[in-house]
């Protein structure tokens, strides 16, 4: 793991986010972009004069920040993006290569309802990287345990599991692998591919409505450090297609949660 990109939107001052991926990535000597959106304004004048003035400011607002922070000799760089993020993101995704993205489930503290609000969603959905969406606060620490909850036990892409790879290999990290036989699950997502069975400690299986609750009843008894999904349209995060949300009712985590690209 190389490159961590930590992407800001425009009112997203992101101390804590930025402290733990700085913790982060000390543990795998990679570097952090710190990607910081900010708005189009709507008064006149010169752009380019009025883009230098607000680059200036939220420059020297994320440098104190950062000033606040343990940064452990990690190299870093600052990106200052015109426009709104997602898209910004992508744009980079497309010209850097990025390892992992690193990101909070929520950036705004209106939805108090919601465990991925629009924005995080969003992110989720549309942009082509492994995420970590890590809670307001999370303070970080070594992951020792690990839970990956699957439904369907097939791989489409190369080297989807090679970020939960390289944090085992890390951290000696432990991992339990879940697969939740859902109602609608077809006999070929029963195989688990050899991939799954390569990077787990034990396997368990059970069955429920949703992977969501299959996956939350182990949860709780196992207590891991951090969960591990995978990105897919009937998956784990089936309610983004809609929405771009997830409700706290259908789930929530207090520990960071490892999300990876998966097949769409």
């Known amino acids: 793991m190389k490159t961590i990109l930590v992407p800001l939107s425009s009112h997203e001052t992101g101390e804590s986010v930025l402290q733990y991926a700085f913790d982060f990535a000390a543990e795998f000597s990679a570097e952090i972009v710190i990607l910081k959106s900010f708005g189009i304004p709507t008064v006149t004048g ?21 000033a606040k922070i343990q940064l452990h000799n990690v190299a870093y760089s600052l990106e200052f993006v015109k426009g709104r993020l997602v898209e910004n993101c992508e744009e980079y995704l497309l010209e850097n290569d990025v390892d992992l993205i690193i990101s909070k489930p929520k950036k705004s503290k209106r939805d108090k309802d919601l465990f991925i609000g629009h924005l995080s969603g969003k992110m989720i959905k549309k942009l082509d990287c492994p995420m970590l969406l890590v809670p307001t606060n999370t303070v970080f620490k070594p992951f020792k345990t690990g839970l990956l909850a699957i439904r369907s036990g097939i791989i489409k892409k190369k080297n989807v599991l090679l970020p939960l790879v390289e944090i085992k290999n890390v951290f000696k990290t432990y991992i339990y692998l879940v697969q939740v036989k ?72 207090e520990i960071p949660v490892l999300v990876l690209k998966g097949s769409l």
């Not at 010169?46 to 950062?66: G, K, R, W």
């Not at 109602?183 to 050899?194: G, Q, R, S, T, V």
């Not at 609750?213 to 951090?226: H, I, N, S, V």
């Open 182 to 253: 859902t109602p609608k699950i077809k006999e070929e997502d029963l195989i688990i591919n050899a991939n799954f069975l390569t990077v787990k400690n034990s396997l368990h299986i059970t069955e429920n409505e949703t992977i969501f609750k299959g996956a939350q009843t182990y949860f709780e008894e196992l207590k891991p450090d951090f969960l591990c999904v995978i990105k897919r349209k009937y998956g784990f995060f089936s309610k983004l297609w809609d929405t771009n949300t997830v409700k706290k009712t259908d789930f929530k985590s």
């Open 46 to 66: 010169s752009t380019p004069q009025i883009d230098a003035i607000l680059t200036a400011d939220i420059a020297e607002e994320l440098n104190e920040i950062l």
